[in-house]
């Protein structure tokens, strides 16, 4: 069985993730999209919440697992007999950093975890999840940035910051 994890903070998710899930569903048996817990950011949303957006943005595509981790993603990929992470391209920019960690985790696991990247639909290749939070804060419309049951999160929680 073919597996495969798209790692990521999805804070929150987008319709540019949604789009890699969708894409990257159909190459693998199994995708675990996999939140990361990272300790060292102060998110919009919990871990929790964000499992919880992306469970119901992919409520329908079944072989679609929503999974959280901390640490190390060669740690978690181990464990959960995983060779192979997805990541999105967006642009020239994402290219250097995403190198750098395709190579770091290829070194990390001896060759055990590849890097696959699907480069973004043009549409989305703009929307980044601050970009989201940046134009939801200053009350612009984020309608074209996430399904519409995230925007009702992600504007509650600024409605709440500012009370
Ligand atoms: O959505 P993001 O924040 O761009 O995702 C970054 C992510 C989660 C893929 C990356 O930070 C990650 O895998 N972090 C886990 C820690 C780790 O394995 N670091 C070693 C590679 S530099």
């Known amino acids: 069985m073919k597996k495969a994890v798209y790692p990521g903070s999805f804070d929150p998710m987008t319709y540019g993730h949604l789009d890699i899930i969708k894409r990257a569903s ?3 048996d199994e995708l675990v999209v996999s939140v990361l817990n990272n300790q060292g950011k102060t998110p919009l949303f919990s871990v929790e919440e964000r499992v919880k957006i ?4 992919t409520k329908d595509i079944p072989n679609v697992r ?9 740690q978690y990929a181990e464990k959960n007999d995983i060779h192979v992470a997805v ?3 967006r642009a020239i920019t994402d290219f250097e950093y995403e190198l750098q960690i395709a190579q770091t ?23 980044s999840s601050s970009v989201v939070k940046e134009i939801a804060y200053f009350d612009g419309d984020i309608s074209q940035c996430v399904p519409d049951f995230v ?6 929680k600024y409605d709440k910051k500012r009370s």
Not at 54 to 57: N, R, V
Not at 66 to 74: A, C, E, H, R
Not at 151 to 156: G, S, T
């Open 105 to 127: 985790n290829r070194k990390l696991s001896d060759g055990k975890l590849d890097t696959v990247f699907l480069t973004t639909s043009l549409e989305y290749s703009y929307l």
């Open 151 to 156: 925007a009702k999160q992600i504007i509650e």
């Open 54 to 57: 992306l469970k119901e943005a």
């Open 26 to 28: 159909e190459m693998f």
């Open 87 to 89: 990541r999105g391209l």
């Open 66 to 74: 929503i999974d959280s981790f901390s640490g190390l993603l060669v």
